[in-house]
């Protein structure tokens, strides 16, 4: 019966998602989360719990040799979402001290500095996950 379980996480890890798949996940929940937290007409909390989330768990999703996109693909994530919500909701990132004459890239700097924490910890945490799952992982 313990034999049993530890073969368990050798069977489940022929599930684990490609680093195409978890790509495409992480980007379709971002678009969801930035959307449900757009309805309101602003950029808040939910995006930022969402972000942490979502990278989070990627490297959670990944095979072992998704590491690196794993642990590359927070910050692009974090720029590409950003940088749309200042191309197509510009009003959306409230940022006190930004003028309204501010340009998307502008808004968008604005964007990464003012959600910066989520940033950090949702990146921090990816990392601290692989380094785990490498350490965890059966030689």
């Not at 950029?43 to 768990?57: E, K, M, P």
């Amino acid at each position: 019966m313990a034999s049993a379980l530890w073969r368990a996480p050798r069977n489940l890890a022929s599930h684990d998602l490609t680093a195409r798949q978890a790509v495409v996940l992480a980007a379709l929940a971002m678009l969801i989360v930035t959307a449900l937290d757009l309805i309101d007409g602003r950029l808040g909390v939910a995006f930022g719990v969402g972000f942490v989330l979502v990278v989070a768990t990627v490297p959670l999703a990944v095979r072992s040799d998704a590491f690196f996109t794993a642990g590359v693909f927070p910050p692009l994530l974090f720029a590409a979402i950003i940088l749309a919500v200042a191309a197509f909701f510009g009003s959306a990132l409230v940022i006190e001290g930004l003028p309204d004459s501010a340009g998307v890239l502008g808004r968008a700097l604005s964007g990464t500095i003012a959600f910066g924490v989520p940033l950090l910890v949702g990146h921090a945490l990816a990392l601290a996950v692989i380094v785990v799952r490498i350490l965890k992982e059966p030689a």
